[in-house]
């Protein structure tokens, strides 16, 4: 799938399409990527002039008010402890056999390309749509592979679904295979809070590039506008 480096222009029905094709690779035939009625998301270019590599939302979505353990065991309030600061927001396993590690290992070569000091000023939240078997030391030792100050939240699935639904993001209920192993279906949708509102403002699909994210993680670090 060939990667895309531009701001985009999709219409809703483009989008639709795009986010089930994420979805497929976690299992999935299906879903959407929302924010209207219809369960889509609007997104606009709003002009060539903008700095952003990622599709620019038209719907500026509030952070989940959500409160789950960390991996250190600790209660974590996304809401208030990433207030003011840029956000990535991820839904996913470490189970997952493809989306789920290419994506986190993305964005965590693209954190390392940041100095220490851009690092420390966003924040990479990953929540776990598998909570069962996400325990908090499962999770942390699963994210210590792309960056150890990636927050990893596990606990209440339904907690998890009702987070994840406002932002067009669909999380379904684990499956067993026959042989197994647990898919867990989930948007492959990446969104990213701007430190000026706490909303979301771009979005990202499983085919963004390690060079998209270093390019917009050193914008958001600086607070720029999108």
Known sequence: MARST?????????????????????????????????GSVTVTKESSNSPYQGTLLTNHFDKPDLVMNDTSGQPFDLRKQTAGHPTLLFFGYTSCPDVCPTTMGDIGVAMSKLSPEDQKKIDVVFVS?????????????WLDSFGKSVVGLTGDLEKVKAA????????EDPVVNKDGTVTSTHGAQVLAFLPSDDKAHLLYLSNSSVDTYAHDLALLAKGVPA
């Open 6 to 38: 531009t701001p985009r222009l999709l219409g809703a029905a483009a989008l639709v399409l795009a986010a089930a094709l994420s979805l497929t690779a976690c299992g999935s035939s299906s879903g959407g990527s929302g924010g209207n009625s219809d």
């Open 129 to 141: 749509t598998d909570p069962a078997r996400d325990t908090p030391k499962v999770l942390r030792t």
């Open 164 to 171: 994840a639904k406002p932002l067009g993001i669909m999380v």
